[in-house]
């Protein structure tokens, strides 16, 4: 099979994209996927082809600068607003090039989205909740069993008890895991000042998992308040300090919290209007890394690179990210792992100028 028949093979749309950010090569899904024939994408600018609600041009150059690949989750292309994935990796033979993939999410057929795919995850949700919760109670009386046993136990006996209640523990974490991700309440938006949010989160970490870690902040004390539900967006902070945590597990990590202001980032709302994501987040650590089966997926819920995972913190992170309004990306190497957060200002009060 030679190099063409490879490339049009490939069942995501994928380009080819040089250092002016022009497409030099569309496979067939591509073309399929743009209703577009490959001759006339070839040569044109990448933004004006693949109307992405990402900052699809910032994420070629930092490729290119870092040589390491970039994924994007969970944002919408094109007039029907399809949801999906986007890796963006450097072409080792030219270090100018970048391979742009799309992983459509759904098949949605119109603008409310209400696909049997959606009903489906809907569904698988609901069902999640419910056996979560009817596990829990049964759970709770094995765990007040073996502690009653314990109570007449001799030590040398007290291990297995010690076991049963330490895993029903676990067990009851994962569930409520399981209840938290699926009873997310929709976010109850006020002006939040990041930065309040950020020391909170770190405060409670620093005395926890994050207790062997050293924590730099980096800030930007200009900052304007963001719009958002700053009880959620602890959670956001909280998931994403314990995931670098756990990653690390040695005593010379560390994690970078980093803010900034961007004000060339904008998401495409529903109605076809956008709106300019300035406010920027980054966690950043000196980890491992993704491991490189997962990384694409890695916001999935149930997607885990550590043994006994839950993989549902990242998941919980991409989905309020999205409740927002925001956008949530990862960048990640070996020794340097980014996850970037990008999220609106605050409107401003009725009659300031």
């Not at 770190?202 to 998992?209: D, L, N």
């Not at 756990?246 to 202001?261: H, L, N, P, V």
């Not at 994501?277 to 980054?282: A, G, M, N, V």
Request: proline letters at 7%; glycine letters at 6%.
């Amino acid at each position: 099979m030679n190099f063409d028949q490879l490339w049009n093979a490939l069942p995501n749309p994928a380009f080819l994209i040089n250092e002016n950010n022009e497409i030099t090569a569309a496979n067939l899904a591509a073309e399929g996927f743009l209703n577009t024939s490959v001759k006339s994408l070839r040569g044109a600018r990448c933004v004006n082809c693949v109307k992405l609600a990402a900052p699809l041009e910032q994420s070629f150059q930092r490729v290119r600068d870092s040589h390491s690949p970039v994924f994007i989750n969970d944002v919408e292309i094109g007039r029907e607003l399809t949801p999906c994935n986007v890796q963006i990796t450097s072409i080792s033979r030219d270090e100018t090039q970048v391979l742009l993939i799309i992983q459509p999410r759904l098949n949605v057929t119109g603008a409310n989205h209400n696909t049997a795919s959606e009903s489906a995850a809907k569904t698988a949700i609901g069902m999640a909740e419910m056996l979560a919760h009817e596990v829990k109670n049964p759970l709770a009386g094995i765990t007040g069993a073996a502690q009653l046993l314990a109570m007449n136990l001799p030590a040398q006996d007290l291990e297995m008890t010690d076991l049963i209640v330490s895993e029903s523990k676990r067990i009851v974490t994962l569930l409520d895991q399981v209840e938290q991700f699926g009873n997310l309440s929709p976010p109850n938006r006020t002006a939040v000042n990041i930065h309040d949010v950020i020391e909170r989160a770190q405060k409670s970490a620093q005395v926890g998992f994050a207790a062997h870690m050293r924590i730099v902040p980096d800030y930007d004390p200009s900052l304007p308040d963001t719009w958002a539900d700053a009880d959620q967006l602890i959670q956001v902070m909280a998931n994403l300090l314990k995931n670098a945590s756990e990653a690390a597990q040695k005593s010379e990590g560390e994690i970078r919290i980093r803010t900034s202001f961007d004000n060339s980032l904008r998401r495409r709302r529903t109605d076809g209007t956008e709106s300019p994501l300035p406010i920027r987040i980054e966690f950043i650590d000196n980890g491992p890394g993704l491991p490189a089966d997962i990384a694409d997926d890695v916001f999935d819920p149930f997607v885990s690179g550590r043994e006994n995972g839950t993989g549902l913190g990242l998941a919980l992170v991409s989905k309020i990210i999205s409740e927002h309004e925001g956008l949530v990306a990862v960048d990640s190497k070996p020794g340097h792992t980014i996850f970037r957060i990008s999220l609106p200002t605050a409107p401003k009060p009725k009659g300031t100028p």
